[in-house]
């Protein structure tokens, strides 16, 4: 007969297989972190498992009710936390549309890497949640037109969000700090956008300008969740004999992002029922924990990008500059502080050493590192771009 102490050695049991099956995952093992936190879970587990009968009594019993009413309030308070951020999303925003919006589209004649050209795009400034704006250029990048007509480039910078300048005002993004110290500088980064359409991006524009040097800023959704889901639509962009000719058809893809996307229309929220089983996996806690993995396969693709890349750059006599930039989540507590900073080690320590790998937060050990972030969306604020931007150029005119 199954008693309530046998039922929790089954409970324990269950918890054991799981956590057992994660540590020995070929992903999770990439990370020393996890392993040695998984083997120590396990331990523990086992401690329980074999411990006398009558250890396990009714304050046993409370204690364990109390550990997990206290997970599922963490979990109530981190949901509660997201739905205000989503419902304090200003209206009447017009966001910049790029290849990140078409990842799920099939069938298109081509696929966009830019944005709209010369659209206005409106965005939140988090410093002052006051809206502010910004032109697309020709090619439907948040660049001055003009730029383009420069025969030569010193840099050129690709990113996400944080490179493009969310949430602060247009001139206070680091790439345009860096424009207006070096005049000769180009911005192609796009909000969303992962290593694939980044690599198209260096493929359809980079490699027709021949810089000097080529900024690639890598932030932790890169390879999480960005390039898996860009692996369908993007992927032929790993074959190096792909070219979409993209310079020569904006006229095309200005009117393929109009006739798919309403750019005005926010994403929807989940529904009750999807809220609800997120809430009894207590995925907003485990993501808050444990949020900065990624896949063999995932960093495979990226090391081979980022090599294609790094040999085009120097047959031209260029350099290549990989910057990381940690997610402002991970340093919320010690397990996402140390689990992300396993999966940075993993990155450094395995890319090739010809490529120049330069580690933003663990070279400026005298900053607090959350004074960097905006509070309400996690991109850089304006000190956390201009401290950015000085570590930057110096690092590159060390190299």
Request: aromatic residues 16%.
């Amino acid at each position: 007969m199954l008693n309530k102490k046998n039922l929790i050695r089954v409970v324990i049991l269950s918890f054991l297989f799981l956590v057992i099956s994660n540590v020995i995952n070929e992903d999770n093992l990439i990370s020393d972190f996890r392993t040695f936190f998984g083997i120590t879970i396990i331990i523990l587990l086992l401690i329980l498992f074999f411990l006398r009968k009558d250890f396990l009594t009714k304050p046993t019993y409370i204690t364990g009710l109390f550990f997990f009413i206290i997970l599922y309030f963490l979990e109530f308070h981190l949901t509660l936390k997201d739905q205000r951020n989503y419902s304090s999303k200003p209206k009447g925003f017009v966001k910049q549309v790029c290849g990140s919006s078409f990842v799920n589209k099939e069938n298109l004649n081509i696929y966009p890497l830019g944005g709209i050209s010369f659209k206005k795009i409106n965005f939140l400034n988090s410093e002052n949640l006051a809206t502010d704006s910004s032109i697309n250029d020709r090619y439907g990048f948040k660049n001055e037109n003009s730029i383009w007509d420069l025969s030569s480039f010193d840099y050129i910078f690709l990113g996400d969000s944080f490179t493009w300048g969310a949430d602060v005002e247009s001139s206070d993004g680091f790439a345009n700090l860096h424009a207006q110290k070096y005049p000769k500088t180009l911005n192609l980064s796009c909000p969303g956008s992962g290593p694939l359409i980044q690599y198209g991006i260096f493929r359809e524009y980079i490699t027709k300008l021949k810089p000097r040097n080529v900024l690639w800023i890598y932030f932790s959704n890169d390879l999480r969740k960005d390039l898996p889901s860009e692996v369908k639509n993007y992927g032929n962009y790993l074959n190096k004999n792909f070219d979409q000719k993209l310079t020569k058809k904006q006229n095309i893809i200005d009117d393929l992002i109009f006739k798919q996307l309403n750019i005005k229309t926010e994403e929807n929220p989940q529904s009750l029922l999807n809220q609800f089983f997120s809430f009894v996996k207590l995925t907003n806690l485990r993501g808050h924990l444990f949020s900065f993995s990624f896949k063999k396969e995932s960093f495979i693709i990226y090391k081979k990008i980022l090599e294609n890349v790094n040999n085009e750059v120097q047959s031209w006599n260029g350099n290549l500059h990989v910057i990381l930039i940690r997610h402002p989540k991970s340093f919320s507590n010690l397990i996402s502080d140390n689990d992300e900073k396993s999966y940075y080690k993993y990155l450094i320590n395995n890319l090739s050493e010809k490529i120049n790998i330069i580690d933003f937060i663990s070279s400026i050990y005298s900053e607090d590192y959350r004074e960097l972030y905006s509070n309400r969306r996690g991109h850089f604020n304006i000190e956390g771009n201009q401290i950015f931007h000085e570590f930057l150029v110096k690092s590159v005119l060390n190299y």
